[in-house]
């Protein structure tokens, strides 16, 4: 009961300290919940596709390795030989909504396919060269789980929280890559970061309740 206490009580302080990420995330989030209702999955992503450039592809597929596993890998690496002491935090955040994701994709949401799949027939499509097309185990994006994942814990440990808005805007840009590159349907992307922001900030105010619970707790 003492840690649910503490624990609501760290949750609020978090969300406040970090007003300006998780605002800027719920702008963002609610955003793309209106195109979600407003507008057929195959036509926001002819319409996200159909935005392509050379330059544009470029930057798709730099931005998309910004939620690849190895890329987190690395950055968490360096979070942890900068401060040790969060090598749990990191590893939890990192890996806990990424592994819930894989699960999702495997077990209730096996048989979503991916637009390379679905939407095969469409000519207009944009394909960017050396782009390995997936096909199945669309819902949700793994790509975009990791990024807000990695952003979110990022944001969180950041010493500048007025700057908490360019974490969420480079978080969303790897979900839209996906989109951008046939990789996913923009309810991949929508799923994938609200669980990886809700299991980032849970994970987090957790430790910071558990903590602070053993303090204020007498042997």
């Known amino acids: 009961m003492q840690l649910a206490k503490v624990y609501f009580q760290q949750l609020c302080k978090l969300i406040l300290h970090n007003k300006n990420f998780y605002m800027s995330f719920v702008v963002l989030w609610f955003l793309g919940l209106y195109f979600q209702l407003t507008t057929p999955q195959f036509q926001l992503s002819i319409f996200v596709n159909s935005l392509n450039s050379p330059l544009a592809d470029s930057m798709m597929i730099y931005t998309t390795y910004a939620g690849d596993g190895l890329f987190l890998l690395f950055i968490g690496l360096v979070l942890v030989a900068f401060n040790r002491s969060l ?62 994942s990695l952003y979110t814990l990022l944001a969180l440990l950041s010493i500048s929280k007025k700057n908490g808005w360019f974490w969420a805007v480079i978080a969303a840009a790897v ?20 669980l990886a922001v809700c299991v980032v900030t849970f994970i987090y105010t957790f430790f910071a309740a558990k903590l602070r619970v053993d303090e204020i707790t007498p042997e």
């Open 87 to 148: 090598w749990l935090v990191t590893l939890l955040s990192l890996s806990v909504p990424s592994l819930i994701t894989q699960l999702l994709k495997r077990t209730i949401f096996e048989d979503s396919h991916r637009p390379a799949l679905l939407m095969a027939q469409i000519p207009e499509l944009h394909y960017v060269e050396g782009v390995l097309m997936n096909q199945y185990n669309s819902f949700p994006s793994g790509h975009t789980t990791a990024a807000f």
């Open 175 to 194: 979900g839209l890559s996906r989109v951008y590159l046939l990789q996913h349907f923009w309810a991949d992307i929508m799923a994938g970061s609200i």
